[in-house]
């Protein structure tokens, strides 16, 4: 990126920053809502520390795309905010997302707009095998936080047992492994809200 391209990239950044106050339908273990940031940093962390795995087991796997899919994923939710599952309308949220993503984008170069785009429509289609374990963790990911948090007593469990399996089946033995123990411990913290 050019030097005189720098007043383009804050303002870029500085419309990111609503992701740190987006809140999601996920609580932390301390009860504080989840923030789409937090969400997105700990799906990245997913991402770091299964990527090395995933290059083992597909010399084609690129790890760092991965990782930059997982940065993006959510930034379309900076304007609109985040969609509750259990709310999404059946044709789903992906186009006031991608709208949003186009407006939050729209100051940087040419270049850093469209790799930008290109891997959020990369993440949305979930063709490659790197959209694919983005997708799977971003479902992992959200399990996770729904077991570990300190959810409200309405929070619906069971509604977690079926979240996401269109993307967390088939994609690997260890992702197939990480949804059974979540579904475990899901189910477990339903019976005890009973």
């Known amino acids: 990126m ?3 391209d720098a007043a383009s990239l804050l303002s870029f950044l500085r419309r990111a920053e609503s992701l740190k106050d987006e809140t999601r339908t996920a609580w932390t273990s ?3 809502p989840e923030s789409v940031a937090a969400h997105t940093w700990r799906l990245c962390l997913w991402a770091v520390v299964l990527g090395d795995h995933f290059e083992e087991r597909d ?3 690129d790890a760092q795309r991965l990782l930059k899919l997982c940065v993006v994923h959510d930034l379309g ?3 609109a905010g985040d969609v ?3 709310d999404q ?3 789903g949220t992906s186009e006031q997302e ?3 993503l186009q407006a939050i984008t729209e100051v940087l170069p040419e270049a850093g707009r469209m790799q930008i785009r290109d891997l959020w429509e990369e993440y949305e289609a979930a063709e490659t095998p790197e959209a694919r374990v983005a997708k799977a963790l971003d479902k992992l990911e959200t399990l996770l936080q729904h077991v570990q948090g300190d959810n409200p007593p309405d929070f619906d469990y069971r509604f ?3 979240y996401g399996t269109d993307y967390t089946s088939d994609v690997d033995p260890l992702v197939t492994e990480l949804r059974r123990i979540l579904d475990a411990e899901t189910e477990q913290r339903a019976q005890k809200e009973e």
Do not use: H, K
């Open 30 to 32: 301390t009860g504080r």
């Open 98 to 100: 991608r709208a949003d």
């Open 77 to 79: 939710e900076a304007l």
């Open 89 to 91: 309308p059946p044709e």
């Open 160 to 162: 977690n047992l079926s």
């Open 2 to 4: 050019d030097p005189t």
């Open 84 to 86: 509750p599952a259990v």
């Open 59 to 61: 010399e084609t796997f």
